[in-house]
């Protein structure tokens, strides 16, 4: 009896994401492949992420190419039954093929039993990646999602036993690197116009009149940038409140401190400090680690700390997020920061790295100037900049002294703060902070 096509879909991708854009197709029709080998890569408004196959088969039809965008629920990849019997190794994606042994220090997979349940385990492609890197076999975990989707935190605890490194979460792959050369840049489709926020902009001008002119279509990423940071700035009531911490005494901690850090594996840098600082106001000063519901009424409080980083990568600013900061010490901070920054840089980090914060952080220092006026990271209600820090003269005690000065400015939505507008910038710029860290 021949089996029918089995049609995979984009799946939900969970934080709201509603649709995704093709970098990259891993698999060509004919071909056979495993259950979680490499399928896709997609670009989505967060990340870009690889998505494997959900189930073993021979590609039958691939109904997507690379620059499409596609939405939740659309068919990506039909597949058949593999032509290859049982146990017999099947070809990987673009041509890769796993060594059949793991490498030194990888953790071991044991091949999968005999699957019983038919159909593929319903989880995300960030959770399926999460499993495979720890060692862990979905359909041996009991999904506690919506519809007995199989969550991270399922994951996590089904390896709650395992040895896990200090302060980061465990992502070492469990598969060797695989070394590519570099990838040529992505053929996009055409444009597509920005999703419409508030008030339409007049046409633009025929520019060719002035000049040439050349036209390049946004990526995804990019696109989405531009949406919400027009989100933002349309429907939140932007104040920004400027100030200067005096970091004189914090630089000369963390100057002492360099090689101490370094020997446990650390490279200590102020933004972990300023995360540590924040964290610190944020308690003292809770309306600020928040989102507004308008349609409610209510401003919903968050009883925890999840601060978004802005990192500078080569598709653009990405804010990763790391979570309960205010419980953690600065060496785990720093640690889990550098971790996580190397990942967005290189482009390998998962959905779960870039969602849930409540605050963001951002550092123009790089970038020179006095400082700037940061925009607010929808739906949360406060964001703080930093810039390059100066020596100046300072006033001290009726002397003045060179100091180690650096600008602050806090954007935060006017609608809910109290009269003390400026009180997060204040704590921040208050010289004790820094000590007490």
Not at 49 to 54: A, D, F, Q, R, T
Not at 409 to 435: E, H
Request: charged share 25%.
């Amino acid at each position: 009896m021949t089996a029918m096509a089995r049609d995979f879909r984009l799946p939900d991708l969970g934080e709201g994401l509603t649709e995704a854009e093709i970098v990259k197709v891993l698999v060509h029709e004919g071909e056979d492949v495993r259950e979680d080998a490499p399928l896709l890569e997609v670009e989505t408004d967060k990340a870009q992420v690889e998505i494997p196959s959900p189930m073993a088969g021979r590609v039958e039809k691939v109904h997507v190419h690379a620059g499409q965008t596609v939405k939740v629920g659309q068919v990506l990849v039909s597949f058949g039954e593999a032509s290859a019997t049982p146990g017999t190794k099947t070809a990987l994606t673009d041509g890769r093929a796993r060594q059949a042994a793991p490498a030194a220090g990888a953790r071991a997979t044991p091949p999968p039993a005999a699957r019983v349940t038919e159909g593929p385990v319903p989880a995300t492609p960030a959770t399926r990646r999460l499993a495979r890197e720890l060692g862990v076999d979905l359909r041996a975990v009991s999904g506690s999602g919506s519809g007995g989707r199989v969550t991270d935190e399922d994951v996590r605890a089904a390896v709650a036993g395992a040895t896990r490194p200090a302060a980061v979460a465990p992502r070492a792959p469990a598969a060797p690197e695989r070394h590519e050369p570099a990838r040529p840049a992505v053929e996009r489709g055409p444009a597509k116009p920005l999703a419409a926020i508030g008030l339409q902009a007049p046409p633009l001008p025929s520019f060719e009149q002035w000049g040439p002119i050349e036209r390049q279509p946004l990526s995804h990423l990019r696109r989405t940038i531009a949406e919400r940071m027009t989100l933002s700035a349309t429907v939140i009531p932007h104040v920004t409140h400027f100030d200067k911490a005096d970091i004189t005494d914090l630089d000369g901690l963390i100057r002492r401190n360099l090689e101490v850090a370094r020997a446990q594996g650390v490279t200590l840098t102020l933004t972990s400090f300023l995360m540590k600082a924040a964290a610190l106001a944020l308690k003292g000063h809770p309306q600020f680690n928040a989102s507004l519901d308008p349609a409610a009424g209510e401003l919903i409080v968050k009883r925890y700390c999840h601060l978004g980083v802005a990192v500078a990568a080569e598709r653009g600013l990405i804010v990763p997020v790391i979570r309960d900061v205010d419980r953690k010490s600065l060496l785990e901070i720093q640690r889990e920061l550098g971790a996580l920054a190397q990942r967005v840089r290189e482009g390998k980090a998962t959905l779960d790295d870039l969602k849930g914060g409540t605050f963001t952080i951002t550092n123009i220092g790089a970038l020179g100037g006095t400082g700037a006026i940061p925009i607010i990271n929808y739906p949360e209600v406060a964001i703080l900049l930093v810039g390059r820090s100066r020596k100046m003269p300072v006033v001290v005690e009726d002397r003045i002294e060179p100091r180690l000065m650096m600008p602050l400015s806090l954007s935060y939505d006017q609608t809910p703060r109290p009269a003390t507008a400026g009180a997060l910038t204040c704590v921040l710029g208050q010289r004790p902070v820094g000590s007490r860290l």
